[in-house]
């Protein structure tokens, strides 16, 4: 028996951990998937075979990430997510939250510039169309912060406060365009905050951390107005299939909880990564200067020596 055309039994069993994790895949996630990490592979494997070296720990990052989305989209929870708010509420800050963080912290473009030929010249191949891409007005205005803000905030109240939501949830289709806007919508809202690959807008890293926070807050906001609604807020949910045992409103209150713990997670995460990138900013801006000083013998210092004792011989 389908629900809603998705093909997910409305006789689901009640919720478990167990039957929230068992293996349940969706072919086009799961394809994607193991495409992108093929994709990934095969970037780390031309450097390697080339004598250069690829940190570990940027592979490591963002096989997390793309595992994370297969766990959220080719298990029972995609299941559960069509006919539970809650565990649709799992899945949404994940992908939209936790997965860009770690696929960002992956470097997945300096990656593929670096792995990618070149055309040669007056042609232009994948690697001059990524550079192109990067550094295109579009690319400018969507890495923005005056889009980003608004459109992580859009995508909780425009969406789940309005009849679209329940419009993508009534197709496969739908709900995969849902699906791939809340990934895309977190890639870059975070990336020009605390990612590693080059990009049109880099902030210096206290306005990163001030974009963080301008946009943090409104998903507890949301969160709190899901916990506090008398009624259910979504039409999708309104209804949960018997099967499940659940109440509407305690299920739609259980995912305002869910949205509002998320806001900090995240929060916490990229803090950590913006600081360790500031540290290790100034700790390559300290060591340039040192082989400055050491090329020029430090020059400047002595210059600005001089300048004092030109002060002092004025005073006198």
Known sequence: ???????????????????????SPDTFFLVGCLVVLALYGWGVARLVRRGDKWPVNRTLWFTGGVLLILLMMCTGLNDYGMVMFSVHMVQHMVISMLAPILLLLGGPITLALRALPTAGRGRKGPRELLLMLLHSRYMRVITHPVFTIPM????????????????????????????LHFLLVGLTFFWPIMGVDPGPHRPGYLMRMLELFAGMPFHAFFGIALMMGSTAMVGTYADPPASLGIDALADQNAAGGIAWAFSEIPSVLVLIA???????????????????????GDKELEAYNAYLASLHARGR
């Open 152 to 179: 992580f905030i859009a995508s909780l109240y425009g969406l789940y406060f309005t009849p679209l939501f329940d419009f993508l949830m009534e197709s496969r289709p739908g709900h995969i365009v849902m699906m």
């Open 274 to 296: 913006l600081l360790f990138q500031w540290y290790r900013s100034d700790q390559r801006q300290a060591k340039r200067q040192d082989r400055a000083a050491d090329r020029d």
């Open 1 to 23: 028996m389908d629900h809603s055309g998705h093909g997910t039994s409305m006789d689901l069993p009640p919720f478990t951990l167990a039957r929230g994790l068992a293996w």
